[in-house]
């Protein structure tokens, strides 16, 4: 498979935390961006700053992630029942708590009427959306598709990681990254994803065969079990990074990992000291007992 | 040169929901007409002013039911119900191991129904909260279901009411490419309070009994349950000797991109997907006998998914809404209308419409009343959800 990433943006920037301003905030209609929460709002901007990018008016499918949606709007339509048991209830966060709420939205922002898919596999929903983007794109190789993965954080996820004795160990973010993808490569081009991973049962164990990953792998970057800390199995490679030292654990953290391996393909990023360029990239992660990949090379 | 694509087969199904727990209990009660619609039994949700599809199990009969023997005392509801359908499709696939057995399912609240429960303590005992929580993503239900069966692979799909027939589309492709050896494919929702006054809010419920297809109609009724296919490339199957149920034909996801609820007038969309599936399958909409409509008894679903299927069949085949049966029951219809339509297939039977009346305004087309006996080789199945998400499955007889 090779899936030729045309754009990709991200907020937070792995490589540049201090970086707060969002991209293509500017991008989003100011009627819409006020009805939106302000989490929800960074991930579509991203989304629409890729597109712009990429020079992509509309996409012809829409692949999402997420690992927990909306989960300002649940928290926030939970607590709305609870104080008005019995009474009248606003829609909003209800129709917003929907996990494909950013898919949608971005689908009709931009009256893009092609598929629309969300997955909601922890740490792998991304993984997914990329390899839907694949099938799509291997069976209409001129179509620019969206991929991207968006994820919340509210404060009771904190008060729940501390009592699950995450505090210290795993720290709780949010972050969303969009890219436009295709069959083929163009001007735009970033790098291609040659690889795509999510194995069950495999903590402890060899993930890949020996043919998917042949070649010398000159970086890895890897996030390890939010609850155990356990790390996943890694091929032989020359140098590996924590990501989630930067980016913090989200479910769409392998997101903003992709772009981070992206921008290491682009900038020549060494990996010996010795002016070295990095052409190949694998970002790995555990989470319980699924481990999930992907290669990307330039 | 590149040979035709593989062709996918339905060799193992299993389902629960307000018609009983397994498919000859659908079947049964699909040919009775029998509606299980009526006031909840089994939760302690309040709302006894509504009526619900509620799967006549406790969640205790449920996990006595389920025959994995890891099974814990902690599981949601949507869990236990994914167990069983996932058991019962497996059983019935005619192959005692699948090796490389990818599972593809789906839900809109995963363990909502826990978390739900003990929210209250969110601040007096965050512990117990966090307790119901670990189970709460939608994924919950499918590392469960993952390690019943023994799937080395496993991803969840969560596009609101079109959810597992989205993933019934995505195990059907995956097999095409040679990405999955056999591939179990569905999805699985409990009832739970927030969901239903979520859709209290949009004003989308009736308090009836529903009437899908009728001039007064009022809303939905919300269901649960759980439904999974058993999907291999045909000549897998027939290669070992055994008979696939059906062939999945053709499939098509598209979007309506009119508005977060609702369809658009012209119901573009749903035309749009039914379309696709009948360009994967590569027949005309003059070769499908049957439709099991999207037909939630929405003012706005039913009057825009009438008006495009009358522009694309133009004399609509005979068509039904087992959501006058079943209720709505979210991620799970897809799949659950995929097992009603294999049935109507090998069967030779359309399922009736519970309580239809006169037809839809502006409309021309009756969807079928009570339980008909008919040939059947080929039907389209429709689901249609929030975000305009719209997918179209083409079953068809092996």
Known sequence: MELWINAAVCHPLPWDLGNTDVPGSELLNKGAARRMPAQMRKGISCALQALANAGTVKPDGIFMGTGLGQVDDTIGFL??????????????????????????????????????????????????????ATLHAEEHPTHNLLVGAADEHAPLLDALANVAGLTGRTTLTSGAAFAVVSAVRNATSLGKITGLWTALRANGKQWWTNEELSAPIDLVLFGSDPFTGALPVLPPHARSLDYRSFTGTHGSAPGQALCMALHKLNTGWSTDGMGTAVTSVLVVDQHGEETSAMLIER | MQGLPPTIAITGMGVVSALGNGVAAQLAALRAGYSGIGALRYHDLGFPDLVFGEVPMSDAELKT????????????????????????????????????????????????DRTEREYQYRD??????????????VSDHTRYVARSVGATQAGTISTACSSSANAIMLGARLLKTGRANAVLAGGADALCGFTIAGF???????????RPFSADRAGMNLGEGAAYVVLERLSDVLESGRKPLAIVAGYANANDAYHQTATSPEGIGPQKAME???????????NVDHVNAHGTATGNNDLTELIAMERLFGKVPPFTSTKSLTG???????????????????????????????????????PVKVPTDMAVRTVLSNSFGFGGNGTSLLFSAA
């Open chain 1, 79 to 132: 607590n709305e029942i609870e104080e008005n048991a019995g009474g009248i209830l606003s829609p909003s966060g209800f129709m917003r708590s929907t996990h494909n709420t950013v898919g949608g939205t971005i689908a009709l922002l931009l009256t893009a009427d092609g598929p629309n898919i969300t997955y909601s596999h922890g740490l792998a929903s991304l993984h997914w959306a990329l390899l839907n």
């Open chain 2, 328 to 366: 709505h029951t979210l991620a799970a219809a897809g799949a659950l209308e995929a097992v009603f339509s294999v049935l109507s297939i090998r069967h030779g039977f359309v399922p009736p419409t519970a309580r239809a009346g006169d037809v839809v305004e502006g409309c021309r087309s009756l």
């Open chain 2, 65 to 112: 039911a389920v025959k994995w023997a890891d099974a814990g005392s902690d599981l949601s509801r949507t869990v236990l119900l994914g167990l069983l359908a996932a058991e019962e499709a497996m059983a019935s696939c005619g192959a005692k191991n699948k090796t490389g057995l990818t599972l593809i399912s789906a839900s809109t609240v995963g363990g909502m």
């Open chain 2, 124 to 137: 007096s005992d965050t512990a117990r909260l966090m307790r119901a929580a670990r189970g709460h993503e």
């Open chain 2, 276 to 286: 696709g599936a009948l360009r994967v399958a590569g027949i005309t909409a003059a």
């Open chain 2, 200 to 210: 209290r809010a949009l004003s989308a419920m009736d308090a009836k009994a529903c």
